[in-house]
C-alpha cells in the first residue's frame, strides 16, 4: 500500500521566505502585535530588565511574549522560554530573541502596576469600539490557589497545637533516655530526635511571636511559601491557601472591566469595587449585580452614597434571629420614622431608649415594649424569658430595607448575575486551567499574574467580537496613524517661525518623535 511521502530533511529548498510569509494576515497574532505597538510602555511604569555584559530587553517583546502565552494556556516562564525557540508564532513576534526564564519571570514579577493599566487599555478600546455597554455591570469573586500548601498555613491554634505536641514528644523521649540503661547507639538516636524536636520548637515559637504581633485581623495567619495568601474556604467546607479575584463584568459582551487580587472575603469589597467601576465608566448610571456574600449594611451606605442603583441577593436569616414562628421576625415589625419606634403584628409599639450601642462594625438601637410581658403570643415571638422580644435597628437599616425593595421590583433583572460574572471564570479556570496563582512572594507578583489572565480574556473577547479581527487591525493602524500625524502637527507648530512678511518657515527637528 502507497503512503503519502514527507519531504528529504537533507534537501536544499530552491525559493526561501521571510519570516513574515510564515504567519497568515488574519492571525490573532499580528493583533497582540499591534495591541503592544500602540501602548506608550514608558507611561505605563515598566521596568527595564536589566542584563548582564547585553542590553536589556525592550518591555514591549516581553510583554507580546506574556499576552501570547496566556491566550495559548502558558504561564511558566521555563515554558515561555522553551516557545521561544520552536514556536513560529513566537518567533515571528518577538523578532527571534530567546529571553531566559528569569529574565521572563523577574518581568512579570516587577510590573503589577504596569499590567493592570495595559488591562485598562483593553477596557479603553472596547469602550471605543462601543462593546462595552456601561448600564449594567456585575460583581463577584473567585478563590484561586496559592504556592503554599496547607501544611505552611498556621494560625494560633494550629501552632500551639504543634507546641503541645513537640512538648509531649519531648517528656517522652526524656523518659527514654533516662531507660536507656548506657545503650549508646540508642542513646544518641534518641539525643539526635530531641534536637530535632527542639529546632522545631524554635521555629514555631517564632511564628507564633509573629502572630502574636499582628493586629490585622482577630484570627491572622501566617504562610511560608507566600506570605500574602491565606486559608479560605472556597465552597461548602472544603477550604484551600488561595487568593480571592473580584472582578467587574460589562453585560453587554462580558468583558471585564476590573478586577482586584485580595486575600479577604467579599463582605467589604462591594463599595471599593463600584468606586472603581464609577471611575472607569465615568458614570453612576449602572446597576450593579451581587450574590449574598456582598450583602453588608456599609457597603449599601456607600452605593447609595454614590447613587449607584445597586441589586444584591437577600441571605436566609440566622437561626439566632428567627422567631419561633415566622410571621414573628423582626421584617415583620413596621418601623414609622416618625415616632422612631416599630409596631408589631399584634399592635403592640416598641421604643428605643434613643442610646446607640457599638457593634464591631456598625452602631445600633434597640426596641422593646412591656406589652411583651402580657402578650398571649409571646412564646411565637421570642424565646427571651426575661427582656422580651428586642429589635435591633443600625444605622444601615434603611439601606438594607431600600436594596430588598429594589430586588422586589427588579422581576427577571437579577437572574442575569450569575450568567454574567460566571462567564470569565468558566473560561479562564474551566477551559483554560487557570486555577491557580502561578508566582509566589507576595500579592504584588500573584496580581500581574492575575492582570495577565484578565488582560488575555479581554483580547481574545475582543478578536471574537462582532469588529472582526481584519475590522480591527485596521482601525488599530488608524488609530496609530492618526496619532503620529497629531505629533507631527505638533511638532511643526512647535518648529516654525514667523517672518515679518508672514511667510512661515519650516525646520525639521531630527530628535523630534515624529512617528
Not at 511604569?45 to 517583546?61: E, K, L, N, S
Request: net charge positive; hydrophobic share 35%; aromatic share 10%.
Amino acid at each position: 500500500m502507497e503512503y503519502q511521502q514527507g519531504q528529504d530533511r537533507e534537501q536544499l529548498s530552491l525559493y526561501a521566505t521571510c519570516l513574515d510569509d510564515m504567519i497568515p494576515q488574519d492571525n490573532s497574532v499580528r493583533l497582540i502585535d499591534q495591541f503592544v505597538n500602540l501602548l506608550d510602555l514608558s507611561q505605563m511604569g515598566f521596568q527595564i530588565i536589566a542584563t548582564q555584559g547585553r542590553p536589556p530587553y525592550d518591555p514591549a517583546d516581553l510583554l507580546k511574549l506574556f499576552i501570547y502565552g496566556y491566550m495559548n494556556q502558558m504561564r511558566s516562564s521555563r515554558r515561555l522560554e522553551k516557545e521561544a525557540y520552536r514556536n513560529i508564532e513566537m518567533i515571528w513576534l518577538i523578532k527571534n530573541l530567546k529571553p531566559d526564564h528569569n529574565t521572563i519571570a523577574r518581568f512579570r514579577k516587577e510590573n503589577p502596576k504596569a499590567i493592570r493599566k495595559v488591562f485598562r487599555q483593553s477596557v479603553a478600546i472596547a469602550r471605543n469600539f462601543n462593546l462595552i455597554g456601561e448600564t449594567l455591570i456585575a460583581g463577584d469573586s473567585t478563590k484561586l490557589r496559592a504556592q503554599n500548601s496547607k501544611k505552611n498555613n498556621y494560625n494560633k491554634k494550629k501552632i500551639q497545637r504543634h507546641l503541645d505536641y513537640i512538648d509531649k514528644k519531648l517528656q517522652e523521649h526524656n523518659q527514654e533516655l533516662a531507660t536507656a540503661d548506657g545503650d549508646r547507639k540508642k542513646t544518641k538516636e534518641i539525643k539526635d530526635q530531641i534536637k530535632g524536636r527542639k529546632q522545631q520548637q524554635v521555629k514555631y515559637r517564632a511564628i507564633q511571636k509573629q502572630l502574636d504581633n499582628d493586629a490585622s485581623s482577630e484570627n491572622p495567619q501566617r504562610s511560608i511559601s507566600d506570605p500574602d495568601s491565606r486559608h479560605q474556604i472556597v465552597w461548602g467546607t472544603v477550604t484551600e491557601v488561595c487568593y480571592t479575584a473580584q472582578t467587574t463584568v460589562d453585560a453587554k459582551h462580558k468583558l471585564l472591566i476590573d478586577y482586584k487580587l485580595t486575600n479577604q472575603n467579599d463582605k467589604k469589597a462591594m463599595g471599593i469595587m463600584l468606586r472603581r467601576a464609577k471611575s472607569i465608566l465615568q458614570s453612576n448610571s449602572f446597576t450593579a449585580l451581587y450574590d449574598k456574600g456582598y450583602h453588608t449594611g456599609s457597603e449599601f451606605h456607600i452605593a447609595d452614597s454614590m447613587g449607584i442603583n445597586t441589586l444584591v441577593a437577600i441571605p436566609a436569616i440566622g437561626r439566632k434571629s428567627q422567631a419561633p414562628d415566622p410571621k414573628y421576625n423582626a421584617e415583620n415589625f413596621i418601623y414609622n420614622p416618625d415616632d422612631d419606634a416599630y409596631t408589631c403584628p399584634q399592635g403592640n409599639t416598641l421604643y428605643s431608649n434613643g442610646s446607640w450601642y457599638k457593634a464591631r462594625n456598625y452602631t445600633f438601637k434597640q426596641y422593646k415594649t412591656r406589652a411583651c410581658k402580657q402578650c398571649p403570643v409571646r412564646d411565637n415571638c421570642t424565646t427571651s424569658k426575661i427582656n422580651g422580644k428586642v429589635i435591633q435597628r443600625s444605622q444601615y437599616t434603611q439601606n438594607i430595607q431600600d436594596n430588598a425593595k429594589r430586588i422586589a421590583q427588579s422581576g427577571a433583572l437579577y437572574k442575569k448575575r450569575q450568567a454574567l460574572v460566571e462567564h470569565p471564570y468558566g473560561t479562564i479556570k474551566r477551559q483554560w486551567g487557570f486555577d491557580h496563582i502561578m508566582t509566589k512572594r507576595g500579592i504584588k507578583a500573584a496580581s500581574a499574574d492575575f492582570g495577565l489572565i484578565a488582560l488575555a480574556y479581554n483580547l481574545r473577547r475582543l478578536f471574537n467580537s462582532k469588529i472582526g479581527l481584519h475590522q480591527l487591525i485596521v482601525l488599530l493602524f488608524l488609530k496609530k496613524y492618526i496619532k503620529a500625524f497629531i505629533r507631527l502637527k505638533k511638532a511643526f507648530t512647535q518648529c516654525t517661525t514667523k517672518n515679518t512678511d508672514h511667510s512661515i518657515n519650516f525646520v525639521f527637528n531630527p530628535n523630534f518623535n515624529y512617528f
